[in-house]
T-cell receptor, first 112, second 112 residues
Framework: EDKVVQSPLSLVVHEGDTVTLNCSYE??????LLWYKQEKKAPTFLFML????IEKKSGRLSSILDKKELFSILNITATQTGDSAVYLC????????????FGKGTKLSVKP | KAGVTQTPRYLIKTRGQQVTLSCSPI?????VSWYQQTPGQGLQFLFE???????NKGNFPGRFSGRQFSNSRSEMNVSTLELGDSALYLC???????????FGPGTRLLVL
C-alpha cells in the first residue's frame, strides 16, 4: 500500500532553534515530493523535489531528497514564531496528471 | 489571476442532512481535486475531476459525490451526514499536474 509517513508528529522548540522534519515514503512510480506549510487554512507550497541529493533552499528553509533511501528532510534554521504551522509532505506518483498522497503532517510550535 | 475560491467557508449541519460545497478553480485550470482534512487522518484524497469527468476516486463511501461543470467549477455533495464528516474540505486546481496544484481556503464543516 502506498504511504507517506512524517515524523515527528509534533514538535515544540524555542525561537532560534534549528529543526529537522522527516518524511519517508513508499509509492510505486514516484514522480516528485512536495513540502507544504499550513497555517489554519490552505496549504502553501514550499518545495518540489525530484532528484536525489540536490538541496532546495528558500531563506531559512531547505530540503533534500534521497530517492535510494526513500525519504526527505525539511530543515528550518533560526526558527521564528511565524514558523509555527503544520508542515505537510506529499508524494506525486503515477502517470498523466499524477496522484497525490499526503503524510499526516508535523505540527511545529515555536515558543518565544 | 484570482486564486481558487470555495464557498461557503463555514457550515454547520446536523446528522442525516446533506451538504453541497462549491469550488471555483483558477481560470484555465481544468483539473479540480477534493480533499478531506481531519486531525486524526490528515489530508485524504476524495476525488478528482477533469473536463467534467471523474478521473480518480479515493477510498470514501458513496455518500461522497461530486461533479464538474463545463466552466470547470466543481461541487461536492455529502449525503446523510455523520459526525465523522466534520472536517476541513479543501479543493485544489491544476493545469499541468499535481506538482502545480493550488489549494483553496477550504470549507470547514461541523456536523452536530
Amino acid at each position: 500500500e502506498d504511504k507517506v509517513v512524517q515524523s515527528p508528529l509534533s514538535l515544540v522548540v524555542h525561537e532560534g532553534d534549528t529543526v529537522t522534519l522527516n518524511c519517508s515514503y513508499e509509492v510505486t512510480n514516484f514522480r516528485s515530493l512536495l513540502w507544504y506549510k499550513q497555517e489554519k487554512k490552505a496549504p502553501t507550497f514550499l518545495f518540489m523535489l525530484t532528484s536525489s541529493g540536490i538541496e532546495k533552499k528558500s531563506g531559512r528553509l531547505s530540503s533534500i531528497l534521497d530517492k535510494k533511501e526513500l525519504f526527505s528532510i525539511l530543515n528550518i534554521t533560526a526558527t521564528q514564531t511565524g514558523d509555527s504551522a503544520v508542515y505537510l509532505c506529499a508524494v506525486v506518483w503515477g502517470g498523466s496528471q499524477g496522484n497525490l498522497i499526503f503524510g499526516k503532517g508535523t505540527k511545529l510550535s515555536v515558543k518565544p | 489571476k484570482a486564486g481558487v475560491t470555495q464557498t461557503p467557508r463555514y457550515l454547520i449541519k446536523t446528522r442525516g442532512q446533506q451538504v453541497t460545497l462549491s469550488c471555483s478553480p483558477i481560470s484555465g485550470h481544468r483539473s479540480v481535486s477534493w480533499y478531506q482534512q481531519t486531525p486524526g487522518q490528515g489530508l485524504q484524497f476524495l476525488f478528482e475531476y477533469f473536463s467534467e469527468t471523474q478521473r480518480n476516486k479515493g477510498n470514501f463511501p458513496g455518500r461522497f459525490s461530486g461533479r464538474q461543470f463545463s466552466n470547470s467549477r466543481s461541487e461536492m455533495n455529502v449525503s446523510t451526514l455523520e459526525l465523522g464528516d466534520s472536517a476541513l474540505y479543501l479543493c485544489a486546481s491544476s493545469s499541468t499536474g499535481k506538482e502545480t496544484q493550488y489549494f483553496g481556503p477550504g470549507t470547514r464543516l461541523l456536523v452536530l
